[in-house]
């Protein structure tokens, strides 16, 4: 998987380009100000470092299906959500590409490029799934990972710093995991990740030591239904609203699991538990 074509600094302007359709798989933008095309559902976002209006007008009028419905431009740390600067985690350094703050003892150093796709570690969701997985590696009993809904591959890249062996780092968007691979080449670790294109609800038959998803509740209640959910022995299981949170702890109660411990940040909440295959 190649990196995006234009690296982001922090006094980068994105023009975003919103149309409707999508872009067939395996298709590129050939222009040298190309950022990232985020597609959800039936929707493209196209993000360029500098204005593309003839090129997005001939994307429109060569492909099938697709209308510009809107273009915006913000800085690049608004659309990030604030300042792009070091920040520390738990024990989790991480710092940008551009800026590396000094490294004091016991911190785990990590580069982050978040590009334009959302996991800079700002959210709630993200934090509480660092210190759910750091518990559940305190035992050194946790040798694999799958991350479902990996982003910019945040948690993966923490999981192999805190000495995860080999981790399947899955999303469907192929911006997020294009992603985490340059995150993952910007950290030395391509040994022990790898990242790929997929539907989260299809890789549940990779069995790991610990299965972590932050990820949409429709998504969820899938994962949590399959019968190889039972076959990873940690989970963390995360990006849930209240009434959300609570279905899918009715439906582990209901299964031959452990809730070792639940966290509500906001109105988001996390869930780190074990399965009958945990020793």
């Given at each position: 998987m190649p990196p995006t074509a234009t690296r982001l600094r922090p006094d980068s302007i994105l023009y975003i380009y919103y149309l409707q359709g999508r872009f067939p798989a395996g298709f590129r933008i050939d222009a040298?100000?190309?950022?990232?095309n985020w597609q959800e559902e039936d929707f493209?976002?196209?993000?360029?470092?500098?204005?593309?209006?003839?090129?997005?007008?001939?994307?429109?009028?060569?492909?099938?299906?697709?209308?510009?419905?809107?273009?915006?431009?913000?800085?690049?740390?608004d659309w990030q959500g604030g300042s792009i600067t070091p920040f520390r985690l738990g024990k989790f350094l991480f710092n940008p590409p551009w800026l590396k703050a000094a490294a004091q003892?016991?911190?785990?150093?990590i580069t982050l490029d978040a590009g334009v796709v959302f996991g800079n570690g700002?959210?709630?969701?993200?934090?509480?799934?660092?210190?759910?997985?750091?518990?559940?590696?305190a035992g050194g009993k946790v040798a694999s990972m799958i991350d479902l809904g990996c982003g910019t591959g945040i948690l993966s890249l923490a999981a192999a710093r805190l000495g995860c062996g080999k981790t399947l780092a899955v999303d469907l968007n192929e911006l997020a995991a294009r992603t985490t691979a340059l995150n993952v080449r910007l950290n030395?670790?391509?040994?022990?990740?790898?990242?790929?294109?997929?539907?989260?609800?299809?890789q549940m038959g990779v069995a790991c030591d610990l299965l972590v998803a932050?990820?949409?509740?429709?998504?969820?209640?899938k994962i949590v239904a399959e019968p190889d959910f039972l076959g990873h022995k940690w989970f963390v299981l995360s990006g849930l609203l209240p009434t959300e949170a609570e279905k899918i702890v009715a439906c582990l109660r209901r299964m031959p699991v452990a809730i070792l411990k639940r966290w509500r940040s906001g109105p988001w909440h996390t869930v780190l538990g074990i399965t009958n295959e945990q020793p």
């Open positions: 040298p100000a190309f950022v990232g493209s976002f196209l993000f360029f470092a500098e204005a593309a209006d003839e090129t997005v007008s001939r994307l429109v009028a060569g492909g099938e299906g697709l209308q510009l419905l809107d273009q915006y431009q913000m800085s690049y740390q003892a016991g911190d785990i150093a700002m959210h709630a969701t993200t934090q509480d799934c660092l210190t759910a997985i750091t518990i559940a590696m030395g670790l391509e040994r022990l990740i790898l990242p790929v294109v997929g539907r989260a609800e299809e932050n990820i949409h509740f429709q998504v969820m209640e």
